[in-house]
């Protein structure tokens, strides 16, 4: 089992930035690929990136690509979405995920565990 817990999010206005964490607890970290997905109202959960165990390797969806960072500090247990020249669209609750071995994935279905989800809101 891995407990994932999501912090960061908040209000912010239109090109302003904001740091998500995921803190993760239980099983070895660094055995699981990461992804961080989001959700707005009405809409299907959609993914927005990815960071394989080692960190080695970072997938962005074609949406915040340019704009958003993902990193991930295993001594820490921990993932970071960097998020920059925020856009109103960017508006939705973010979810970090864990799956099992190196590989990422853009599905979600392909994640075993889940966080709570933490808000994000850009205003125009």
């Known amino acids: 089992q891995v407990q994932l817990v999501e912090s960061g999010g908040g209000l912010v206005q239109a090109g302003g930035s904001l740091r998500l964490s995921c803190a993760a607890s239980g099983r070895t970290f660094s055995g699981y690929a990461m992804g961080w997905f989001r959700q707005a109202p009405g809409k299907e959960r959609e993914f927005v990136s990815a960071i394989t165990w080692s960190g080695g390797n970072t997938y962005y969806a074609d949406s915040v690509k340019g704009r958003f960072t993902i990193s991930r500090d295993n001594a820490a247990n921990t993932v970071y979405l960097k998020m920059n020249t925020l856009k109103p669209e960017d508006t939705a609750v973010y979810y970090c995920?864990?799956?099992?071995?190196?590989?990422?994935?853009?599905?979600?279905?392909?994640?075993?565990?889940w966080g709570q989800g933490t808000q994000v809101t850009v205003s125009s």
């Open positions: 995920a864990a799956r099992s071995g190196s590989l990422y994935s853009p599905n979600p279905y392909r994640y075993a565990y």
